[in-house]
């Protein structure tokens, strides 16, 4: 889709005067940020996103949990566990998980399209993440912030009351953008980045990553593995 360069300042011009940020301005900075980091930092940015969208499905009611979002869970505790110990076993099965989606009828029967499918980003992302961590491509890290984001937007969109909340002055657009929701995982995505910056990837033995980047996440609220 074409976009607008005159709306979207207006719709920036907006979002700063309600002091939040706009989406495109934040994908500009963490791509390039990611741009001059190595591999294995990309790939700690893009699980990070994966992460919190599994965690998210994982806690719905067992009744929506879906299994093609559940079976990431191996693949993404073994790209955490070769984030702090690089090991030739894990790299296999990440691989090995990749390569049989690749063939799946879910990669190959249907569209990733789509905008409203929370279920299709939680498993691409998490997709894109395991192939961040095999190959380092900054476009893998990328795409699985922009699920961070796609996912954001849709619990902005199911947020009635904000809808109403909405000042006669500003627009629907930049109103929806300034949703919590939304902002959070902003916020979240340009955290990631900055401590990757500041930290880099340090490889340490199990128990002891507290100078690593997991040490950071949980810090800052990630129950990871």
Do not use: K
């Not at 990440?94 to 939680?122: M, Q, T």
């Not at 300034?178 to 990837?201: F, K, N, S, T």
């Amino acid at each position: 889709m074409t976009r607008d360069p005159i709306h979207d300042e207006v719709v920036r011009d907006e979002l700063d005067e309600l002091g939040q940020r706009h989406f495109l301005d934040v994908r500009a900075t963490v791509r390039s940020l990611l741009d001059g980091m190595p591999g294995r930092q990309r790939a700690a940015f893009a699980v990070a996103v994966a992460e919190r969208l599994l965690a998210e499905h994982e806690g719905l009611p067992v009744t929506e949990q879906v299994p093609e979002v559940l079976q990431w869970r191996p693949a993404l505790d073994s790209v955490w566990h070769c984030l702090r110990r690089d090991e030739p076993t894990g790299r296999r099965q990440v691989a090995e998980v990749v390569g049989a989606f690749y063939l799946s009828p879910i990669y190959l029967d249907r569209r990733h399209d789509n905008p409203g499918d929370r279920n299709d980003h939680a498993t691409m992302a998490a997709f894109y993440a395991a192939a961040c961590y095999l190959h380092g491509c900054l476009e893998f890290a990328t795409w699985a912030g922009w699920r961070g984001f796609d996912v954001a937007t849709l619990r902005a969109a199911g947020d009635q009351d904000w809808v109403h909340r909405r000042p006669v002055n500003t627009s629907s657009l930049a109103w929806e953008l300034a949703h919590p929701a939304i902002q959070a995982e902003l916020d979240r995505q340009l955290v990631d980045v900055e401590l990757l910056g500041e930290q880099g990837w340090v490889l340490v033995e199990d128990g002891e990553d507290r100078d690593g980047l997991i040490a950071s996440l949980r810090r800052h609220g990630y129950a990871l593995p």
